[in-house]
């Protein structure tokens, strides 16, 4: 199994469609009837620790929505990993990391960032 503090450097390493796929293997479901996760405090557990963590591991959207995209799939829960891209008014690329559920984006801190994105990638390509 995968140790969720090998995720942050291991965007830097594999191409993300690879990396997703291993996050999402599906062969490690710790779910049982009785444990439902809260994804607001596990949203701001990991966002806690990555703040302040060093580089590779420090917070960024992608290695936030890695991380909390594992754990939530490791237990059960069918969420998936989005990753889009819009221009700022001054033409400058910037790109954006996030989850989504049945009902649309999932323990987004700031729905104003998914405003005018064009999503690029979904991992798994179906929930």
């Known amino acids: 199994m995968i140790s969720i503090f090998l995720i942050p ?25 009785d444990f439902q996760p809260d994804g ?34 490791s237990t059960g829960v069918k969420v998936v990993l989005r990753v889009g891209v819009k221009r700022n008014p001054q033409r400058e690329l910037h790109a954006h990391a996030w989850l989504t559920d049945e009902d649309g984006p999932y323990l987004e801190p700031d729905l104003k960032s998914l405003e005018g994105l064009s999503t690029i990638a979904v991992f798994p390509e179906k929930i």
């Not at 596990?42 to 754990?71: E, H, N, Q, S, Y």
């Open 9 to 33: 450097p291991l965007v830097f390493v594999f191409p993300f469609s690879k990396l997703a796929k291993i996050l999402a293997g599906g062969r490690h479901t710790y779910r049982t009837e």
């Open 40 to 73: 607001d405090t596990l949203a701001a557990w990991v966002d806690g620790a990555l703040w302040r963590l060093p580089p590779p591991w420090r917070r960024t959207c992608l290695k936030r929505a890695a991380i909390i995209f594992f754990l939530l799939r």
